[in-house]
């Protein structure tokens, strides 16, 4: 069986790569899990992994001419397989976005989960293709009304591809009562529950300088103990691995995101 959940938010900085990788970690307790930093033009997932060095990323996998084989993208870390992606704007420039179809359809192969760390803005094919290719989109917000309303963006896109959601995982929570205040608007626009609200935490921070995922660098903390009751929150659904692969290849991709 395979899922592929998009983590997409309207803005950059809400934390989807931080929330990739702890809902990655926490899925990996009943799941095998791969998760992809796809979000290929501001890639930062190698850094929140302590893969800052590795040789091979999805960037290579995505070149026209790409001599390396999926597997050699493939790192074992913390329990999951993680794919990261380079931070050249060369090789960013260069990779073909719609090849990500042919990987993400290699991967879907052989794990239970694929989760794959979005891009925030939607104005191109690289930025959109992540959302197009996933069954269902987790979308990462702080608690705010404008916050709510790019949010809202993100969803109807995903919407547009039949892409369902997944829920709305509040990140870099201050103070509960600003989930209170929108919480009826969150239930009314957004599908899926609110999986969680994760505290404003500087366990967070520390662990992405530390270059762990902050399940590891801090599994005790409020903050983890909430990605790990978001993820309670996602049911995998079970599809057959090799009708996943078809549909990820054949997927249309968006001429005008
Ligand atoms: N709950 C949190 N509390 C405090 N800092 C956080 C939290 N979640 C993420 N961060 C920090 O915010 C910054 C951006 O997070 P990141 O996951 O890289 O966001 P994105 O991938 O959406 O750009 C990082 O420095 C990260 O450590
Ligand atoms: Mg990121």
Known sequence: MVEAVAVASGKGGTGKTTATLALGMALAERYDVTV??????MANLLFHAGLADAPVTLHDLLLDDADVAVDDAVYHRFGMDVVPCGTSLDAF?????TRLRDVVAELARDTDVLLLDSPAALGSVSAVLPVVLADRVVVVLQPTVPALSDGLKVQEYARSYGTDGA???FNKV???????????RTERYFDGPVLASVPDADAAREARDAGEPLLAYAPA???AEAFREAAAGIEIRDEPAEDVAARFRSAVVPEQP
């Not at 420039?93 to 976005?97: C, L, S």
């Not at 201050?174 to 009826?184: L, M, P, Q, Y």
């Open 93 to 97: 420039r260069e990779a073909d976005p």
């Open 36 to 41: 992809v930093d796809a979000d290929t033009g």
């Open 221 to 223: 903390s409020a903050a």
């Open 174 to 184: 201050h103070d509960g009562d600003s989930v209170e205040r929108i919480a009826d």
């Open 167 to 169: 829920g709305v995982l």
